[in-house]
């Protein structure tokens, strides 16, 4: 059995970004989410699946703070081709499921849509999740973007954990706070209909 390393190299390896099944071409659904928070030039974004995705060029464009992480070395290097190695980046090859570095900056907003719901043992999802709460900010915001748990049961070839708005919040724990979730359909570049849960959340200022 392949390692995640080496499942999602074959993948950015042997399809260009718009032959992927996640790939978007446009990443609105996202920055509407976004658009809610109160960010600035000085705010700090955590990607734990960067991947090759259109949103780091559209973050860039903003020109904030982001950490670009990915358990997949072939799409960092596509993605830094693509965009370069600029000085308001970090770049990080990680399974978000074990703990991060020590040295990383705390950040003010965690975006994932490519990550969690691909994490199945509870030791793994217990990792994300402590690591999430390590890294982000009181006061900071963090968008889960999920398989809904009517959506498919399998995506990459992988079997997936499917999410509900009631069990991201209990996941996350009780000093986040909803702001605001919808369920979407995301529509493959194959045609597919992919149904998702997005849930926004702040993290209350005095925890952590």
Same mark, same amino acid.
């Given at each position: 059995m392949?390692?995640?390393? +080496?499942?999602w190299?074959?993948?950015?390896?042997?399809? =260009?970004? $718009?032959? /992927?099944s996640w790939y978007e071409a446009d990443v609105g659904q996202t920055l509407k989410f976004l658009d809610m928070i109160p960010a600035n030039k000085e705010s700090s974004f955590f990607l734990p699946g960067a991947g090759t995705s259109l949103l780091v060029d559209e973050l860039l464009s903003r020109e904030y703070t982001l950490i670009l992480n990915d358990v997949s070395d072939t799409a960092l290097g596509k993605l830094k081709s693509r965009i370069g190695d600029l000085d308001n980046l970090t770049w990080?090859?990680?399974?978000?499921?074990?703990?991060?570095? +020590?040295?990383?900056a705390a950040v003010d907003i965690?975006? =994932?849509? $490519?990550? /969690?719901?691909f994490l199945l043992d509870e030791e793994q999802i217990q990792g994300y999740f402590d690591n999430l709460r390590a890294l982000l900010r009181p006061g900071g915001y963090v968008l889960l973007a999920e398989f809904a748990p009517d959506g498919t049961p399998k995506c990459a070839g992988l079997e997936l954990h499917r999410y509900s708005i009631e069990e991201?919040?209990?996941r996350l724990g009780?000093?986040?706070e909803l702001v605001r979730h919808e369920n979407y359909i995301f529509v493959s570049p194959t045609g597919d209909d992919r149904a998702y849960v997005y849930g926004l959340f702040k993290r209350m200022v005095g925890s952590g």
């Open positions: 392949n390692s995640p390393n +080496q499942h190299n074959n993948f950015f390896a042997n399809k =260009d970004d $718009a032959q /992927l990080l090859l990680h399974d978000m499921s074990q703990k991060l570095p +020590q040295e990383l965690w975006i =994932d849509r $490519a990550v /969690l719901h991201m919040g209990d009780k000093d986040f």
